[in-house]
Structure formats: structure tokens, C-alpha cells
């Protein structure tokens, strides 16, 4: 039996949307909410992408160049479509168990 991945590929969307929203939300009103709400919403992210820009600029700068940022940014978006697939992929797999589980066993018996 093949695993569907429709919940994967919506909620992994939709949580790649959703950081790419805040993070430009952020660009324009920064605030301490919306970098809160954000590492909310990547909450496994922040730190790996971090390390990943901060190896990729070695000496750091006195103060960050302008591609810093962007990769930053874009590290967020990729690595929260990631996240929210894998989460995704855990309700694909709950719904395909609790789908199994009502076929074997109908109503009424």
C-alpha cells in the first residue's frame, strides 16, 4: 500500500507561506512579537540556520553584508517547508491507520 502525502504537501506549503509571511512582516515592522511568533513557528530552525550562514561567513564581519540575511532567510523558509512536511507526514500516516483500522472493522458488527 502506497502512503499518500496530501497532508505533507499542504501543511508543508503552508508552513514554508507562513514563514516567508512573518519574515516579511518582520522586514517591515521589526518587533520583538514577530521574531517571537516566528521562532515559534520554526521552532527546530533558527539555530541550524544560524550555524549554516555563520560557516558560510567565516571571519563574521564587523557588521553582517546584505547576502547574510538573505540567506538567513531564505535557510528559514526551506528548512520550515521541511519541518512542517515531516509534520505532515506523521498526520498521513495517523489518517492511513485510522482509515486501515475502520475499513477492517465496519459499523454495526
Known sequence: MKMQTKWARMVGIAGAAASATLLWAFHLWPGPVLLQILRHVNFLNFD?????????????????????????AACLIVTAGIQWFIVGLLVDWLVGRLRSRADSHPLGT
Not at 49 to 66: E, G, I, K, M
Open 48 to 72: 541550524l540556520c544560524d550555524r549554516v550562514v555563520a560557516s558560510l561567513f567565516n571571519p563574521p564581519p564587523l557588521a553582517p553584508p546584505p547576502q547574510q540575511s538573505a540567506i538567513f
